[in-house]
């Protein structure tokens, strides 16, 4: 079969491997769509820490079952997939805790295991421990559900700084979970959502695509000065920074309403982590700062439950659709922002 397996930074093949088979305790699925994100871009330029050469990269994965291990209940050939990316173990005291985003014990497919830029690819039975293997419903395309891992992410920022009826929000960043956010902001019932990015080209693809309420460019106009004209002074209640910029992150504040939440949910460059941030905006016009870092097995469920009902379509952000070899052109579309989703079916 086909793979494209990371080397080393800036060494990605596309090579044959031996077809893998299922173990006792795991499931092996037919890859039928594993969309793409910034971090495949990060990897293929830096690689991670946790990666030891050669790995099968991707994480946003979809399929069929095609072998089921002999110890596994519930699951049969022909099954349709969706695979959850970020793997808790299930069992630490934040997992206990219903806070398995922060579990110290995670793992990940396409770092710690073999992801989904293959034709077919194991699911290990760390996913099945913690019931990460989620059935597609009827109504959702395989490359529909590939969506749902990034999707699964933004629902968990949200419900973090709730989301509710009647906010103003901000998206700052208008890549596909900037896109995402949009959507999901206006299905929790915001008020009015606006999407802040610095490219004019990136902002105006992902406008026509979403339609936020407005879509300011920070390159040509003072992005706060804008948001808070258009919430005649007063602010945003929420604003999303789905960017890794810390000056984002500074604006936020600037951008906040009395009472606003904030979500940091773009990580920082790992040499730039740090921001300037005005502590006393915080305290005296009591601003909540939350993090958001991926997801759990329940958002990615809930993610493939609202693409099938409607009420957050991705199936229009999905501008680009290649087979396996064209994991390499992918990548270059991703770091150049000229689609808003690159999804690979091998």
Not at 73 to 92: F, H
Request: hydrophobic residues 45%.
């Amino acid at each position: 079969m086909k793979v494209a397996r990371f080397h080393a930074p800036g060494d990605i093949r596309l090579e044959e491997a031996p077809e893998p088979a299922a173990g006792p305790d795991e499931v092996k699925i037919r890859v039928r769509a594993c969309s793409m994100c910034g971090t495949d871009v990060k990897i293929s330029k830096f690689g991670h820490f946790r990666i030891v050469p050669p790995r099968v990269m991707g994480h946003e994965i979809s399929g069929e079952v095609v072998e089921v291990g002999a110890q596994v209940a519930g699951w049969a050939p022909g099954d349709r997939v969706q695979v959850i990316a970020a793997i808790p173990c299930g069992t630490c005291p934040d997992c206990l805790a219903d806070h398995m985003t922060t579990c110290p014990n995670q793992v990940s497919m396409g770092y710690d295991f073999d992801g989904g830029f293959a034709e077919y690819m194991i699911v290990p039975v760390e996913v099945l421990r913690v019931d990460g293997l989620n059935r597609i419903p009827d109504a959702v395309s395989f490359a529909e559900a590939s969506v749902a891992e990034p999707f699964a992410c933004a629902i968990n920022a949200q419900e973090l700084v709730n989301v509710h009826d009647g906010d103003d929000v901000v998206v700052v960043g208008a890549g596909p979970i900037g896109c995402l956010h949009v959507r999901l902001a206006r299905a929790r019932g915001a008020k009015r959502v606006f999407l802040v990015e610095l490219s004019r080209e990136r902002l105006d693809l992902a406008a026509a695509a979403v339609t936020p309420d407005a879509a300011i460019c920070g390159s040509e106009t003072d992005a706060v000065a804008a948001v808070l004209e258009a919430t005649q002074g007063r602010g945003a209640d929420v604003i999303i920074t789905a960017a890794p910029s810390g000056a984002a992150q500074e604006d936020a504040l600037k951008m906040a309403a009395p009472g606003g939440r904030i979500s940091f949910f773009g990580g920082l460059p790992k040499d730039n982590p740090t921001i300037t941030l005005d502590s006393n905006a915080v305290h005296y016009r009591e601003l909540m700062i939350m993090g958001a870092n991926g997801s759990s097995p329940e958002h990615n469920r809930r993610a493939l439950a609202m693409i099938a009902d409607g009420s957050v379509p991705v199936d229009d952000l999905i501008t680009h659709r290649l087979p396996l070899d064209g994991v390499l052109e992918g990548i270059e579309i991703v770091k150049a922002g000229s689609g808003i989703k690159v999804t690979i079916e091998p």
